[in-house]
């Protein structure tokens, strides 16, 4: 038996990388004899995942949110999925709000891929993340998180210092002015990240080393793949070999036309690791994974102190970038799978959990605790049928609705006739309607009816069908009705 599979992306505006393609080839500014090479878009990357999924699963949905929640609803109650797969790394353009879209899908009750609301939002706060690693006992380079001015001066900390905006995601905020080396370097950049980010700065002592990169897939125990070296080589940009720090800037991830873009290159597996120094990385990756609630897949990034050999954790990064090329895949693929076999093994974790919750469902229902109010309600239930003072268990015994459901208790709706049945949720498609996935999701009818919003559901296309834009950057979803021939077809 397969899955059903939603995607679900978010991109609002359009794709920097279809422009800079559109113009062609260009020489880059600082080297006129080189020419901007050309970087997959988003549109390229949606259609290489959608292929993949294809093949694992009944049937399959590509939908982009565009930064609107009830479109997010509209499709969950429309398409009722087996499993989402979720690809949403921000909403309204703020990256923190990442678990709240997980803890949506906990509210819908769907099942969706990658960690759930309590890791992304931790890990998306760079201080809390290292409290507790810190308290895990796991290794991590000296910090001290500064909120407002004037930096003190009493910090303990040895120089270079790098100083990161303790909020932002993707490099946001990272570049060579980021490391500094004295007290005054400090509170200018410390000030700087305070205004222009308006969150506050994380200060840790810089390590000078290897940089290695931990893909782990999830399973139980977590798999820890080859290891990823990100080598750093800036002698072409640096005739004259000032020491300049190796770090991955914002510039050098995500910009062509930078020549940081140029001064790194990724190698997997890592090589000349001593054995012992690979399998330590590997036991801390694995319990970093563990500490901080990951799930499925995720990167831990690390360091290797040039001086003492130390390893240090850098960051953990719960649902990394799955495109093709990326830190991630090529650790899959030195493991010997294929980017389609990853996706793949990625989706059936989660198809697992849903199958293994309807297999515990069916056995022995379940019955939440629920309020202590409500444990009360049930106990005085049974009391008024029985005329006896049973005592329920928190977790267990008798939910009150099964037994408003008996007839053993009347309320006053009851007793006056009640409602009838009434469709709570407002999705306008009857359970159980087998042509509920050939239609499109209409937001105004599955969204409650309370909100009233008239705002008309699109980017909602079959598995296949041409996405158009970047999750990170942007594009704009084929109108309804208006939907293409999948890939490769």
Known sequence: MKPSVLILWNQVEEDIYEHWRAQGPKPLP???????????????????????????????????????????????????????????????????????????????????????????????????????????????????????????????????????????????????????????GLEARVSQVLKEFKMPALVEEYVDGREIHAAILGRTPPEVLPLFEMEFDDSEFNPDEEWRPQIISYRAKWDPHSPDFYSMEGTCPAQELDPELEEYIREVAAEAFKAVGCRDYARIDMRVDEEDGEAYILEVNPNPDLSDGAAYMECATASGRSFEQTIAEIIDMAWQRVRRARAQHSAQPTVAAGLPSDHLLREWVVQKRTGHQDVLPMAGGPSVESLLREGQVQTGDAEAGGAGDVDTLGTGVERGSADADEREPDPAAAKPRAQGSDTQAKGATEAGDEPAGRPRDSGHAPEPGHEQDPPGQ
């Open 30 to 184: 600082w080297d006129p004899e080189r020419t901007v090479p050309d970087v997959g878009t988003v549109a390229e990357e949606m259609a290489r995942i959608v292929a993949a999924v294809r093949l694992v699963a009944e049937r399959v949905w590509l939908v982009n949110i565009e930064d609107d929640l009830d479109r997010i609803i509209a499709a969950v109650r429309l398409y009722r999925p087996d499993v989402v797969m979720n690809l949403i790394e921000f909403f309204h353009d703020d990256a923190s709000l990442e678990a709240h879209v997980a803890g949506l899908y906990e509210l819908l009750g769907v099942a969706y891929t990658g960690s759930e609301p309590f890791a992304l939002a931790l890990c998306q706060n760079k201080y809390r993340t290292k409290l507790l690693l810190e308290a895990a006992g796991l290794p991590t380079s000296p910090y001290v998180l500064i909120e407002r001015e004037p930096v003190p001066r009493d910090h303990e900390l040895e120089f270079p210092l790098i100083v990161k905006p303790a909020l932002e995601d993707a490099s946001g905020g990272i570049e060579e002015a980021s490391v500094v080396h004295d007290q005054a």
